[in-house]
Structure formats: C-alpha cells, structure tokens
C-alpha cells in the first residue's frame, strides 16, 4: 500500500509492487522506504559509488570518471550524496545521462549537507531519486549513515570504494554488500596515503581491484567491442562447458567463486575444468585459488 505523505513525497511499503525487488530478498530492510523523485528501475544494473568524504583531487577524479563511464554503459549510479567521493559520483553519473539516486542519512526533504542544495535538486530534475527509511522531516544523526549504508549496497549490483580510510564508514557498506553477496571492488591508491588504506585492505581481503572502469562492465557483463573481438580470438574449439570456464578467464587473476557465479556451474565442476584446462596448458594458478589465462 502507498501512503501519500506530500505531493512530492511518496511512503512506499513492502507490500507495495514499487518497493525494490532487490531489497525485499534482504531480511534487515526497512518497512517503509521514502522517496522523492523515483526508484531505480530492477531491469537495469546498479553500482554504489561510495568513498571518504575528506578526499583527495585524485580521489575527486576517479570517483567522477567512473561514475561517468559506467553511466555512458546505461548503469544507475546509487550512491549518499555525501561531501566528497558521494558527491562526484553522482556529477559523474548525471555527466554519463543516466539517473542517479541518493539514499539519505536523514529525511528526504533533509537535504544533508546543505551545500549539496544544488546536486539535490539536480538528481530530481534529470529524473532521479532521493531516498530513506527516515520519515519526512528527520534531521540527520550519527545513527543513521551506517544504518542507510545497508539499502546503498542492497539496490546496488557492485559496489565501487573509490577512497576510504582504515576505519572509513565505506567498510561497513563493503561488508553489507558481502552479506548481500554483492561483488566489491576498490580502487588502488598510493601504498603511503591514508585515504588508501582502507581500498588496499579490501583488496588484500579479496575485493576486485578496479585498475579501469571496464572491470566493473565486466562483472555486469556489459560487453565492449573490444570483449567481443577477444572472445572470437579466443575460440580454441573447446567443449562448450570448458569454454565456459575459459572465456570467464584472462590475464587478471580470477578465483573460482566469480567463475561459479558467471557460469552457474557447482563449485566442483569449475574446479575439474580449471584442472582441465591447466592441463591443456591454457590457464594457470597465479596463487590460491585465483587463476588466469597463460
């Protein structure tokens, strides 16, 4: 059922056909969501763009071109419209022509932060959303940024960490998005700056390292010309499950729970097909459990 609450805002709840198929199969999502602008469309992917707000210029850039390159591909970028990472992520993504939606730490007709006033109203008006679990009228408090962080991950495909301390509030989404069993990724950074930290311990921990935004087109299996052409390169004849496996491969290291999600298969046939096709001499093990073509 749909409460009207205003006539810009909506209340949609779980019984309603609107509220997000994607966040109904997690247990801990709210009851009630409201939204002003839309909800992002189920049939299209989604990426979280999320990272520190005290960031640095190289932070600001990449979190603005990726947000902006993935948008071109047609995929909505979800993100807190938080100062910062947030903030760039959803320029990037309005840059990219596709709709952008913000979930809020506090009520929708909150904006927060306030100089945020314009980016706000620009996602409205170029046919996004803002969204929350909070009621209209609730003014931001500490409690409630880690508690939306669980609806970003949730809408969401991937999850992209563009920068994050050690301690960041972007881990506690990282680790939604894991229980979610959403792919995670993070950017690299320098191995000396603070703001890196937190990319390279999710790295270490087995996030995707997000060297390019093609990475990411990858995993959503959002094909470029370029795949297409490799893909026809790399016919070698094989059995059609083999070539499964094999055409999840190239030369980044890739371990077998991607595999078993891209093909479907048990965690015990890509097993006998990677061991297949180490035998055949065409992938090997660049170290446990991750494996790349030779």
Partial sequence: ??????????????????????????????????????????????????????????????????????SEAGIQIISGMALGIDSEGHKGALEGKMPTFAVLGSGVDVCYPRTNRKLYERILWEGGGVISECPPGTQPMPWCFPARNRIISALADAVLIVEAKENSGSLITAGFALEQGKMVYAIPGAVTDALSRGCHKLIYDGAGIA??????????????????????????????DLNMVYSCLDLRPKNVDYIVRKTGFSPGQVSNYLIELMLQGLITECGKHYYTRT
């Fill in 1 to 70: 059922m749909k409460e009207s609450i205003s006539e810009n805002i909506r209340c949609i709840t779980k019984d309603d056909p609107e509220y997000p198929v994607k966040m109904k199969q997690y247990p801990s999502m709210p009851n009630k969501l409201y939204v002003k602008g839309r909800l992002p469309l189920a049939e299209k992917p989604a990426v979280a763009v999320i990272g520190a707000r005290m960031c640095s210029p190289y932070g600001r850039i990449q979190a603005f071109r990726y947000a902006k390159v993935l």
């Fill in 211 to 240: 060297y390019s935004p093609e990475i990411i087109l990858e995993e959503l299996e959002i094909c470029t010309k370029t795949d297409i052409k490799s893909d026809e390169k790399n016919d070698l004849g094989l059995a059609s």
